[in-house]
């Protein structure tokens, strides 16, 4: 079992940038595939991107191109760089971890804010 906590939040003006950590507690976060969404005040939990074992990654039409999702398997974490940021990113953002052999539950943080706006 694991438990992850996001960090890193904050406020940015447009264009700025911001990394977001996903730390892990608890069995090493380098057996699950980790995911990060945002939800928006009023709206529906979006899928931001996703990190499955080594450095396979995807991500979502919106953020493709200037986020970029990573390990540190050295500091059980993983990270959600985002550059060129833009008031529509203003969410809290969350992590999740699935272990990567589909068994078991999915495991959430509890969030940070990010906050772009000039």
């Known amino acids: 079992q694991v438990q992850v906590a996001e960090s890193g939040g904050g406020l940015v003006q447009p264009g700025g940038s911001l990394r977001l950590s996903c730390e892990a507690s608890?069995?090493?976060?380098?057996?699950?595939?980790v995911a990060w969404f945002r939800q928006a005040p009023g709206q529906e939990r979006e899928y931001v991107g996703r990190?499955?074992?080594?450095?396979?990654?995807n991500y979502a039409d919106s953020v493709k191109g200037r986020f970029t999702i990573s390990r540190a398997n050295a500091r059980n974490a993983v990270y959600l760089q985002m550059n060129n940021l833009k008031p529509g990113d203003t969410a809290v953002y969350y992590c999740?971890?699935?272990?990567?052999?589909?068994?078991?539950?999915?495991?959430w943080g509890q969030g940070t804010q990010v906050t772009v706006s000039s």
């Open positions: 608890g069995d090493p976060l380098s057996n699950y595939r």
């Open positions: 990190i499955w074992a080594g450095k396979t990654t």
């Open positions: 999740s971890a699935e272990h990567l052999s589909g068994f078991g539950d999915t495991y």
